[in-house]
């Protein structure tokens, strides 16, 4: 059963980074899929900001495009998010997932992209 | 970046009932498209990708239709444990992949 679980501050101050790391059991992250992070703001709905391929090649929302850095560390099958200059607008649950990989099935083609696997969530307030 | 629009917002169901919530993707997305179901403080669970195909372990009374921009998702019979938030996403345009505004299904 893959699992993955956030961890990391629930507060941080404006202007500086936000720091998660999401770690992942039951699969190992080097066999494959792309691993991401999605936010959801209290009372509002997900928002994807980026994803990484479990070889390195990351992937982001332009929105977070500046700001925002994904990268995984193999020895310890996790992955982590961070994001600098965070603002109140930042306050959010942020959840880790693993997303889907393109792939064939009885000769039909699966495009990738939907998430099936997600961590509980942790939520982040921004806040001096 | 690729509008999804959900509706209704909310929706308000009887134990039974038969319910169906609506995206609308911006442009079209083939049939690109995934379901979640959401309690509070919990995650997101996939309930349908492909449009129309269902993930393991996930009751039958869901079910998924369209393509291009129009698609729906549909409880057969609602039960108590379907009462939740749902939301769409595309993945046909990666950058970035987007999700719906969301549809509470709240008890009548």
């Known amino acids: 059963q893959v699992q993955l679980q956030e961890s990391g501050p629930g507060l941080v101050k404006p202007s500086e980074t936000l720091s998660l790391t999401c770690a992942v059991s039951g699969y190992s992250i080097t066999s494959g899929y792309y691993w991401g992070w999605i936010r959801q703001p209290p009372g509002k709905g997900l928002e994807w900001i980026g994803s990484i391929y479990h070889d390195g090649p990351t992937y982001y929302n332009p929105s977070f495009e500046s700001r925002a850095t994904v990268s995984v560390d193999t020895s310890k099958n996790q992955f982590s998010l961070e994001l600098n200059s965070v603002t109140a607008a930042d306050t959010a649950v942020y959840h880790c997932?693993?997303?889907?990989?393109?792939?064939?099935?009885?000769?039909?083609?699966?495009?990738?992209?939907?998430?099936?696997?997600w961590g509980q969530g942790t939520l982040v307030t921004v806040s001096s | 970046d690729i509008q999804m629009t959900q509706s209704p917002s909310t929706l308000s169901a009887s134990v039974g009932d038969r319910v169906t919530i609506t995206c609308r993707a911006g442009q079209s997305i083939s049939t690109w498209l995934a379901w979640y179901q959401q309690k509070p403080g919990k995650a997101p669970k996939l309930l349908i990708y492909k449009a129309s195909t269902l993930q393991i372990g996930v009751p039958s009374r869901f079910s998924g239709s369209g393509s291009g921009t129009e698609f729906t998702l549909t409880i057969s019979s609602l039960q108590p444990d379907d009462f939740a938030t749902y939301y769409c996403?595309?993945?046909?345009?990666?950058?970035?992949?987007?999700f719906g505004g969301g549809t509470k299904v709240e008890i009548k």
């Open positions: 997932a693993r997303r889907t990989e393109d792939y064939y099935a009885s000769g039909n083609y699966y495009r990738g992209g939907h998430f099936d696997y």
């Open positions: 996403q595309q993945y046909n345009f990666y950058s970035p992949l987007t």
